[in-house]
């Protein structure tokens, strides 16, 4: 069991850095930090408008985090901020439309990934890998907020 735990995390830790480095590439292309990739592939999902504290859970980052990126993405025009709540953190994002196109790019560039990625391996493959990975994600957010059984060390 030790050894799945050790392959299980490892693969996930190469899967999360192939992905960080592969949207800082891009996003350099574009003229952009890696790091608005999953913030303008979520604002483009919610074209009604996200909050800084929606969007920061959605994409798991920190109340601090998401306001240096957001106050970036601000300054470069890629989005615009609603004045429908008073407190700043609530009001809705929306992307301007340079962050639409911003947004664009990134999408197109996500599913050209998903398809290099997946090469050799059918659907129902994906479709099942997919399930079980969910299921895994679940189960381990569980145990974030329960903790492991067993009691105290």
């Given at each position: 069991?030790?050894?799945?735990?050790?392959?299980?995390?490892?693969?996930?830790?190469?899967?999360?850095?192939?992905?960080?480095?592969?949207?800082?590439?891009?996003?350099?292309?574009?003229?952009?930090?890696?790091?608005?990739?999953?913030?303008?592939?979520?604002?483009?999902?919610?074209?009604?408008?996200?909050?800084?504290?929606?969007?920061?859970?959605?994409?798991?980052?920190?109340?601090?985090?998401?306001?240096?990126?957001?106050?970036?993405?601000?300054?470069?025009?890629?989005?615009?901020?609603?004045l429908d709540h008073p407190n700043i953190y609530r009001a809705k994002l929306f992307l301007t439309p340079k962050g639409r196109q911003a947004a664009e790019y990134v999408c197109g560039k996500a599913v050209l990934a998903v398809q290099?990625?997946?090469?050799?391996?059918?659907?129902?493959?994906?479709?099942?890998?997919?399930?079980?990975?969910?299921?895994?994600?679940?189960?381990?957010?569980?145990?974030?907020?329960?903790?492991?059984?067993?009691?105290?060390?």
């Open positions: 069991m030790l050894k799945r735990f050790e392959q299980f995390s490892t693969a996930v830790a190469c899967i999360q850095h192939s992905i960080l480095k592969i949207e800082r590439n891009e996003m350099v292309k574009a003229g952009y930090k890696g790091v608005f990739a999953p913030c303008l592939v979520a604002m483009h999902h919610h074209p009604e408008g996200i909050d800084a504290a929606s969007l920061a859970k959605l994409i798991s980052k920190d109340k601090a985090a998401i306001s240096r990126i957001l106050s970036e993405m601000g300054r470069l025009g890629l989005i615009t901020r609603g290099v990625a997946g090469q050799g391996m059918p659907k129902e493959e994906w479709d099942a890998f997919y399930a079980r990975l969910s299921r895994i994600a679940s189960n381990l957010m569980k145990l974030e907020k329960t903790g492991l059984p067993g009691g105290e060390a």
